[in-house]
């Protein structure tokens, strides 16, 4: 028999910079300026993204009908083979239509986990201003760009917030 799996899409929403990846020179000049407009303004340009988004985890109908026919078929299976007397196989189907049965009864479980995985614009606010405060105190160091990039290349990884480490790539 084949496996049974559920299959979410997810639109990452997170910004695309790794932890020690600097500032484009262009994001660079903004934060240098005003790093606090500069955040407004990158949160305000991702807002519509996240409004866009469609929830990943809604109710699908068609899943849920097909779990549901599946399960359906399978008890009339079981009590046709019953009724002809054939009472082992009967009970193999019965035991079968245990399994669209128990995804349905799965997904709420599932749906909420994954719910958790689920960027939202507060979190990415909250990640793109602990990323551009920290590149924002290098920059301020810097007396220019390549200084800039001098110094995030020899930045130990230890120094960036450990809230956000958790989840990046270096």
């Known amino acids: 028999m084949g496996s049974v799996s559920y299959e979410y899409e997810y639109t990452n929403s997170d910004i695309k910079h790794p932890a020690k990846t600097p500032m484009t020179e262009k994001e660079y000049k903004q934060v240098r300026k005003d ?3 500069f955040l407004e303004d990158f949160v305000k340009k991702a807002e519509p993204g996240f409004e866009k988004q469609i929830n990943p985890h809604r109710f699908k109908w068609k899943r849920f009908l097909i779990l549901l026919s599946s399960g359906i078929l399978l008890i009339v299976i079981e009590f046709s083979l019953k009724a002809m007397e054939y009472y082992d196989a009967g009970d193999i189907f019965d035991m079968l239509s245990y399994v669209p049965f128990f995804l349905i009864l799965l997904q709420p ?62």
Request: net charge positive; aromatic share 18%; no cysteine.
């Open 109 to 170: 479980f599932l749906w909420t986990f994954h719910a958790f995985k689920s960027p939202d614009i507060i979190t990415y606010k909250k990640r793109a201003t602990t990323y551009y405060n920290f590149h924002g105190s290098k920059a301020n160091e810097a007396k220019s760009y390549e200084d800039y990039l001098r110094i995030i290349s020899e930045t130990n990884i230890g120094e960036y917030p450990t809230e956000r480490r958790r989840g990046m790539h270096y």
């Open 35 to 37: 790093i606090d407009q």
